[in-house]
């Protein structure tokens, strides 16, 4: 199993940047991808931004340009750099870490983190 913590949420004007942190901990060395996920009030979940094992990465339209994540593996932690923020990235972002158990690839979940951008 793995669990995931993450870091980094809060309140920022629009135009600013926030860097969030997930730490994974438990059976890190199996991890096939790590990302985040967020949703806002009212919408379905959405993927933000995932990095694989080998280090390929994959973002949403909506963020590319503005989002960098990136991965410690001495850290085990992911990170995920945001920066021009807009009204519309506030969300409860979610680390989330795919990986496999048996035949199965299952996903772990963090709490969840708050990122408000005011206008």
């Known amino acids: 199993q793995v669990q995931l913590v993450e870091s980094g949420g809060g309140l920022v004007q629009a135009g600013g940047s926030l860097r969030l942190s997930c730490a994974a901990s438990?059976?890190?060395?199996?991890?096939?991808?790590i990302g985040w996920y967020r949703q806002a009030p009212g919408k379905q979940r959405e993927l933000v931004a995932a990095?694989?094992?080998?280090?390929?990465?994959n973002y949403a339209d909506s963020v590319k340009g503005r989002t960098t994540i990136s991965r410690d593996n001495a850290k085990n932690t992911v990170y995920l750099q945001m920066n021009s923020l807009k009204p519309g990235d506030t969300a409860v972002y979610y680390c989330?870490?795919?990986?496999?158990?048996?035949?199965?690839?299952?996903?772990?979940w963090g709490q969840g983190t708050q990122v408000t951008v005011s206008s």
């Open positions: 438990g059976s890190t060395f199996s991890i096939n991808a």
């Open positions: 990095i694989s094992s080998s280090g390929s990465t």
């Open positions: 989330y870490a795919d990986f496999p158990v048996g035949q199965d690839i299952v996903s772990s």
